[in-house]
């Protein structure tokens, strides 16, 4: 895996409870200096926290984190040299949008000269598209239009880093989809380090030059889109990105290199999968086979050469726009499909199909644990 570009935040055995809950639980993380790094992860997760901890606005029990390589420990908040857009967007609503972006560079730490002001204030309006609405109250301003002051505010003021806190989750979708393409064009024109925190896995694959993935309080994996993607260290992982989400199939390793699912109702060759821990695998091993719903196709050999067979029938189909999720019933098990509409006409319920997948695009995971995902065999 390539390593970072040198770090800009550096995080280091970060562990901070809140009484007897433990939010970070000895965090590390690099974030590369320029780079746009998101941080992914559900509620509860750590995912603020972290941001929190870098600006300076919580105080860790343990462990160190760094800025441009100076440890920040004992350094202010306003010392560090971040901004940070929170997902409350904490405007002052009686102000005009123009004030409201003007706020950070009044303060006594930048105190720009009004001409200068005015020019970044203008510049960072017409990026964002809201120079028209400038002169307005913040309160008579819509959610989207809200939320574009909100990073304005962030992106005006001279920053080392800025940190935000899932900055698009009050949107609806067709306000996020936009956003998302201006903050990734906005990220382009900055080159400011940014952290950008989001349980949103579109979001991460869409933004993240790389992305982490956070769980109790710990960085599981880091990465490109494409290694998040096609090489999850875990089921947890691999489970948080794509939709419809991984499939993922309980099963057996046999004495012959084979996938036997739970109740062997079929078999898959591991040919793909030549790691010594499935070599060497006890049979009757238990372990877990992964396949996205977009590397499945209908049809017998729709693939080509080499690719491999399974045979069920038809539970349910659900159209997804140009395309159609089909669920398959293998024996007493489901698999999910997402193939162009027109392949799916006239499928019914209980209709015999056949499925086809490459062997490569085939992921083997050991058994999940009664709290602990299985990790990927073969990394």
């Not at 971040?82 to 609503?93: D, G, K, N, Q, R």
Request: include cysteine; proline fraction near 7%.
């Amino acid at each position: 895996m390539p390593s970072a570009p040198t770090a800009a935040i550096s995080l280091r055995g970060i562990h901070k409870s809140y009484g007897k809950n433990k939010a970070l639980d000895g965090l590390d993380l690099d974030v590369g200096e320029g780079e746009f790094f998101c941080l992914l992860g559900p509620s509860g997760a750590g995912k603020t926290t972290t941001l929190k901890t870098v600006a300076g606005l919580e105080e860790p029990q343990s462990g160190t984190v760094s800025l441009d390589g100076a440890d920040m420990t004992g350094v202010e908040p306003y010392d560090r040299g971040v901004a940070m857009c929170f997902e409350s967007y904490a405007l002052y609503p009686h102000r005009s949008a123009y004030d409201n972006l003007a706020s950070p560079l009044r303060s006594p730490r930048y105190k720009l000269p009004a001409t200068q002001a005015r020019e970044r204030i203008g510049a960072i309006a017409d990026l964002l598209g809201i120079g028209a609405l400038l002169d307005r109250p913040v309160g008579r301003l819509s959610n989207g239009q809200r939320q574009r002051v909100a990073l304005g505010r962030v992106l005006v003021r001279p920053a080392r880093a800025f940190l935000l806190d899932e900055p698009l989750s009050h949107l609806d979708a067709k306000l996020r989809q936009a956003m998302r393409a201006e903050l990734k064009a906005i990220g382009a024109v900055q080159r400011t380090t940014t952290l950008y925190v989001t349980h949103d896995s579109v979001e991460a694959l869409a933004l993240g030059d790389r992305i982490g993935v956070i769980r109790e309080g710990r960085i599981v994996q880091t990465g490109t889109r494409e290694e998040i993607w096609h090489q999850p260290s875990d089921t947890f992982v691999a489970r948080s990105f794509g939709r419809p989400r991984i499939n993922l199939l309980p099963g057996t390793v046999t004495g012959h290199g084979t996938f036997l699912s739970a109740d062997r109702f079929f078999e898959i060759p591991l040919t793909s999968v030549t790691s010594d821990a499935v070599r060497s695998a006890v049979p009757g091993t238990a372990v877990q086979i992964g396949v996205r719903p977009r590397d499945l196709s209908l049809g017998s050999s729709a693939l080509g050469p080499g690719s491999i067979e399974l045979t069920g029938t038809v539970y349910i189909t659900e159209v997804l726009g140009r395309a159609t999720e089909v669920t398959v019933r293998l024996g007493g098990q489901h698999l999910s499909l997402v193939v162009p509409r027109a392949d799916a006409a006239g499928l019914r319920p209980d209709a015999p199909v056949r499925l086809s997948v490459r062997p490569e695009s085939l992921l083997l995971f050991e058994a999940d644990g009664p709290d602990l995902p299985g990790r990927r065999i073969g990394a």
